[in-house]
């Protein structure tokens, strides 16, 4: 791709985008807002961005903030005090884990902003980077951006969709700096386990590789939630990052962070200081009261809601003839298609151009998603109920 300007002069863009392309969703997005320009009205069981609002607390919180005159200025890269410990709370609350606020965390304008600035902080050009088949796109996405060498490991269905440690221990990993891991699993569901856990933190020491737990959905459907610095030693070699966006309903407000080392956090800060100048005071101090949220507020956000639309949900896997494990966990449904279709992406389009359902293909996370679709349940629950309607309504 290149472009002439007026003077004849022809620009090309930069190499790095040869290797990426324009994300899966914000290409379809398109595609089903044009369809619904016709008048489509095509549901969307395919993005994971909670329909639900923040708690009214936070929201009241922020506009008490946003009226104060001297809340508008600039906010330092390392965050408010006040959200930095509202964090170590949100860890000693549901993990059991002690953070020191002042050195141990650093919040993050979202985990993906996270995903950049550790692979910055940690992996020069050519440097290896361990990422899960299938696993969250933007993994991959990232590296290939920064000119890292992304190394594929298998997750699959057969083994819970957790890593194959003696495959692991096989791989070539002579230069391999960071791994990717994600529990629970997104796009798979797959719960996180304390074995993984301690295998992750012994891999990591015995290698000298940085593991970087990605752990978002942690509250969804899950009563049990951990977190990969419950393990002994992983704060000495593993960073988990975390985000407001599903367990508070605060997608677009871009609050997560990153826990780990005191060293580890300044390696990082280094990169972000040098990036963005921190998040308007107003987010900062409304989330840190949307940590404060009560544990019934989390019940019926993060539990009740979810159930009532995964049970619809099961309704839909099971009308395609796909099979699925019942204990997944997080805010979609992973499911395996019928022989009969060549690949995901054939049932996907069926539904969108047939019964004007959005659902994702899974080959968007990786080649061992190939023949999976993953249901979003982040949509009301009179839609999901229309859209298990219109697939009824459609031969199959």
């Not at 677009?252 to 060293?263: H, Y």
């Not at 987010?283 to 049970?311: F, G």
């Not at 494990?325 to 054939?346: C, N, R, S």
């Amino acid at each position: 791709m290149n472009m002439e300007s007026k003077h004849g002069v022809r620009i090309k863009p930069a190499t790095r985008l040869n290797d990426v392309t324009e994300y899966y969703f914000s290409r379809k997005l398109k595609e089903v807002a044009r369809m619904n320009a016709e008048g489509a009205d095509v549901i969307s069981l395919a993005i994971g961005s909670p329909d639900m609002p923040p708690s009214q607390a936070t929201v009241d919180k922020l506009c008490e903030t946003a009226r104060q005159a001297d809340a508008h200025g600039y906010q330092p890269s390392a965050g408010t005090p006040e959200l930095r410990r509202a964090m170590a709370g949100f860890y000693r609350r549901w993990y059991g884990v002690d953070l020191n606020p002042e050195t141990e965390i650093l919040p993050l304008i979202g985990s993906k902003e996270g995903i950049l600035h550790v692979t910055l902080a940690f992996a020069d050009h050519g440097d290896k980077v361990l990422v899960p088949n299938p696993g969250y796109p933007t993994y991959t996405s990232l590296s290939k951006i920064l000119g890292t060498e992304v190394v594929y490991y298998n997750l699959k269905e057969e083994d819970g969709w957790q890593p194959d440690f003696d495959e692991l221990e096989n791989m070539d990993l002579d230069g391999v700096k960071l791994m990717w891991t994600n529990y629970p699993n997104m796009p798979t569901g797959a719960a996180a386990r304390m074995d993984t856990y301690r295998r992750l933190v012994d891999f990591a020491k015995r290698h000298g590789i940085v593991v970087v737990n990605d752990n978002p959905y942690s509250l969804i459907l899950n009563e049990r939630p951990l977190s990969l610095l419950q393990t002994d030693g992983a704060k000495d070699c593993c960073i988990e990052l975390n985000s407001m966006s599903k367990s508070h309903n605060m997608p677009g407000w871009r609050i997560g962070m990153c826990a780990t080392n005191a060293d580890f956090i300044q390696w990082i800060l280094k990169v972000k200081s040098n990036i963005d100048s921190g998040v308007f005071r107003g987010l900062q101090m409304a989330a840190a009261k949307a940590y404060d949220n009560s544990d019934e507020w989390h019940r019926q956000a993060n539990i009740e809601t979810y159930r009532n639309r995964r049970a619809v949900a099961e309704r839909i896997m099971n009308e395609l003839g796909c099979t699925f494990d019942e204990a997944q966990t997080g805010m979609f449904l992973w499911g395996k298609i019928p022989d009969k279709y060549a690949d995901a992406e054939e049932l996907t389009e069926k539904l969108l151009h047939e019964a004007k359902v959005f659902i994702t293909p899974g080959f968007i996370f990786g080649s061992n998603g190939q023949r999976y679709i993953r249901i979003s349940l982040c949509a009301k629950d009179d839609k999901i109920k229309e859209a298990l309607g219109r697939i009824s309504a459609i031969k199959m």
